[in-house]
């Protein structure tokens, strides 16, 4: 009887050690495991990904995804046939398909850009229309933080506005971001960005910022 409770006291003793290692094991794990699933999230969170692929999978803000074009880079001057499947066109507002060589344009919408370096000088903003509207009006757009009127040109079918060059980001990889407000549907064949050498063209009628 003697030796089996001093066996049992024995095995006991050789025990206990195990024990504080265990819990020292389970709680390295809990701490390695918290890691890699604040790491996972913060990859959720701040994908490693080109802007294009941001902003079509991730934020839906444009229309196509083309991995040809990453930044969504565009040039000035540059010529948009929006025929073409254009990964700067915003999702919303343009048609998906295109019909008659032109893409219609409802409600709201407009371009996501970005620029290699910020203009010196204002640019120049050209939407020109396959018909012009039965009521020509001008346009309401925002440009960032910028809030201007698109003018009426050549018997409506084109619309005209200046972006005044301290209204573009200054960093490369932020998108330009320009929304067009329109009544009634446009048919938009073309849209063309150029660098302005002078101030040819009125600013909008109403001009300031807005918060968004």
């Known amino acids: 009887m003697a ?21 020292i094991l389970l709680i390295g794990l809990l701490v390695v495991l918290s890691g890699y699933y604040i790491w996972v999230l913060y990859k959720a969170i701040t994908p490693n990904v080109s802007l294009a692929y941001k902003a079509y ?102 619309f005209v506005a200046q972006l005044p060059k301290q209204q573009f980001l200054s960093t490369p990889k932020q998108l330009q971001t320009f929304i067009l407000t329109t009544p009634t549907p446009l048919q938009v064949t073309t849209i063309s960005l150029t660098a302005t050498k002078a101030d040819t063209l009125s600013l909008p009628h109403h001009t300031g910022h807005i918060n968004q």
């Open 3 to 23: 030796a089996n409770v001093s066996s049992t006291v024995t095995q006991s003793l050789q025990q206990q050690p195990k024990q504080p290692a265990l819990r």
């Open 57 to 158: 999978y991730i934020k839906n803000q444009t229309l196509y995804w083309q991995p040809k074009q990453p930044n969504l880079a565009l040039t000035l001057p540059s010529k948009l046939e929006t025929i073409n499947n254009v990964p700067n066109l915003s999702r919303a507002g343009w048609s998906f398909d295109t019909n008659n060589n032109l893409r219609e344009l409802t409600q709201q919408g407009g371009l996501y850009f970005t620029l290699p370096t910020a203009p010196t000088a204002n640019v120049t903003i050209t939407f020109t229309l396959a018909t012009a509207p039965q009521q020509i009006k001008p346009l309401a757009f925002t440009f960032n933080h910028y809030q201007g009127t698109l003018l009426p040109h050549a018997q409506g079918k084109t």
